[in-house]
């Protein structure tokens, strides 16, 4: 299912763990499948992307409920990105999601922190775009403090904050955080993480246009992989010369309306999942 030492812990699995499910995913060969289990995909990844290719119609042929990022129209899919199980627990009631929207929706004055820019990744094997990202701002505006494996200039993340990714990035004003590849409705937790943060994201994926419903697109700084970027210093100047940056919310109006949604969503399908299992 997922490459984990501690899987007890996965989100959709404590989710779920009261029932009699099958959980898969995207890593390995498709699974054969017992018609009496309620079988459950649910993909972390692009399934866009070559290496995952064979799950691109995010397995509605062959299980139940279908978990994933895409916005596709099927009896037995659900639209759950990654992003909500960082941010919200399995048993979020309403007024859970909007507490935790309110509380990083306005944040401090970033632009005021030691470090401005910043990047942590491990790779940049997919797209390739984190590499250009971090060189375009080195060039252009200033230094990217790289705390992750790729490109890695600091010790920052592991001496002084433990390998605490929040807590580094509470220290930084603008985050460096691209998906590692591009596809429309493919966001993942890494933009979530810099807002959690109180950081301006720097990002690139999801057609420049990530979770629309959820996300003040005002609040992001968008790299363009087919331009000459100069939007984007413009962007990041505007922000640097803004006075009142801490009172430009990063969620939409109706953000925990919609997160709700998605959860009363998931919990319907597989309902009724069980139920026709259960009859059958």
Request: aromatic fraction near 14%.
């Amino acid at each position: 299912m997922w490459p984990s030492k501690d899987f007890g812990n996965f989100w959709l699995y404590r989710f779920l763990q009261h029932h009699s499910i099958h959980l898969f995913s995207v890593f390995g060969k498709k699974p054969l499948l017992n018609k009496t289990d309620i079988n459950i995909f649910f993909t972390g990844e692009n399934v866009h992307y070559k290496t995952f290719k064979k799950y691109s119609n995010n397995a509605i042929d062959i299980a139940d409920v279908a978990i994933g990022f895409d916005e596709i129209e099927a009896l037995n899919y659900v639209r759950f990105p990654l992003w909500i199980t960082y941010l919200f627990p399995p048993d979020a009631s309403f007024e859970t999601i909007q507490s935790i929207v309110q509380q990083y929706n306005f944040s401090d004055n970033a632009i005021i922190r030691p470090t401005q820019f910043a990047m942590i990744a491990s790779h940049d094997k997919r797209a390739g775009k984190r590499k250009k990202m971090v060189q375009f701002i080195e060039q252009n505006i200033g230094s990217v403090a790289c705390a992750g494996k790729l490109l890695n200039n600091t010790d920052a993340l592991k001496t002084k904050f433990n390998d605490h990714k929040i807590s580094f990035l509470k220290t930084v004003a603008f985050n460096i955080c691209p998906e590692n590849s591009n596809y429309s409705g493919y966001v993942t937790e890494k933009i979530f993480e810099a807002i959690q943060a109180g950081c301006i994201p720097i990002y690139w994926g999801s057609n420049n246009l990530p979770e629309p419903k959820v996300l003040n697109q005002n609040a992001i700084v968008f790299y363009d992989a087919t331009g000459k970027n100069d939007d984007l210093i413009h962007q990041i100047q505007t922000f640097i010369h803004q006075k009142n940056i801490q009172n430009i919310p990063r969620f939409t109006e109706n953000a925990a309306e919609y997160i709700w949604e998605m959860y009363e969503q998931l919990r319907v399908a597989i309902t009724k999942a069980i139920a026709q299992k259960t009859l059958s």
